[in-house]
């Protein structure tokens, strides 16, 4: 290359290669056709539905103030953008009355389908006991699968990088659930409305808010953290890759144990 040629800028955007479209297209959705298989895939599923509430109350803390004394956050609309997404997230309506964490409804939707909840009871209880999320997972005898995705999540945590965090809750989560969920949605339409129709509610639940609101929101808020600084995006778009690649190894892992 003669030294006078000048490197194209990197583009001002997620990259996403082509992670999102391969987990999209998994073979898993059409692997869970049974009310059996369907309980397999909850039991795993739901430790990926509590560590989804990690990663938003990571992204929580960097935007808003959780701790005393107050203090105003810098960015007033990303922390009321953040607040709505918790709102919905950890205390959303259901369809009988009262409030309830996605999580929760989750974890009640396996209960009425007749799906082993022990093992993610095991974990709330150790890391209620004091436990480190890796001995939590160990407590509860999850698959390895399941582990390496939990810990993935909680490396992106650990970072302590707000558009890493960002990223990976934007397009390693919200903007990305809605395609998965729809088909479950459609695999669950035909299933028994008393065993399935809470967990129908919840896929449903996920499908309106993060379509519709959380995703936008989400996009809005990495674009500002990133702004025309070359490296933040390139560095959102790894761990974006990193988190949906981290979703196809656990689909491919319960895809093969069904």
Same mark, same amino acid.
């Given at each position: 290359?003669?030294? #006078?040629?000048?490197?194209? +800028?990197?583009? %001002?955007?997620?990259? %996403?290669?082509?992670?999102?479209? @391969?987990?999209? &297209?998994?073979?898993? /959705? ?6 059996? @298989? ?20 990571? %992204?929580?803390?960097? *935007? ?7 203090? +105003? ?15 919905? =997230?950890?205390?959303?309506?259901? +369809?009988?009355?009262? #409030?309830?964490? !996605?999580? =929760?409804? /989750? ?22 006991? &004091? ?5 939590? %997972? ?10 390496? $995705?939990?810990?993935?999540? $909680? ?13 990976? $809750?934007? /397009?390693?989560? =919200? ?7 729809? !088909? ?8 028994? +409305? ?6 129908? *509610? ?11 609101? #959380? ?11 990133? &702004? ?31």
């Amino acid at each position: 290359m003669p030294a #006078h040629t000048l490197l194209a +800028p990197a583009p %001002l955007r997620i990259d %996403l290669g082509d992670a999102r479209d @391969r987990l999209v &297209g998994h073979r898993l /959705y059409g692997l869970v056709n049974s009310p059996d @298989r369907m309980r397999r895939f909850m039991e795993q599923h739901v430790f990926a539905v509590w560590d989804f509430q990690c990663l938003l109350k990571a %992204l929580q803390q960097k *935007f808003t103030c959780t701790t005393a004394p107050w203090l +105003p956050t810098p960015d007033r609309e990303a922390r009321r953008l953040v607040n709505e997404i918790v709102l919905d =997230e950890e205390s959303d309506e259901l +369809p009988e009355g009262g #409030h309830a964490s !996605h999580f =929760e409804l /989750y974890v009640e939707s396996m209960e009425a389908a007749g799906a082993d909840t022990r093992p993610v009871e095991r974990m709330l209880a150790a890391l209620g006991d &004091g436990a480190s999320v890796t001995d939590a %997972l160990a407590a509860a005898r999850v698959a390895p699968a399941v582990a390496n $995705f939990v810990r993935t999540t $909680f490396a992106v945590i650990d970072a302590d990088s707000t558009p890493v965090i960002a990223a990976a $809750f934007t /397009y390693g989560r =919200e903007d990305v659930i809605p395609d998965m969920f729809r !088909h479950l949605v459609t695999a669950l339409a035909e299933q028994d +409305p008393a065993a399935w129709g809470r967990f129908r *509610f919840y896929l449903e639940r996920h499908i309106a808010h993060d379509d519709a609101k #959380h995703a936008p929101i989400c996009r809005r808020i990495v674009a500002g953290l990133c &702004g025309d600084d070359p490296a933040k995006w390139a560095a959102a778009s790894r761990t974006a890759r990193q988190c949906l690649e981290a979703r196809i190894a656990l689909w491919d892992a319960i895809a093969d144990s069904l």
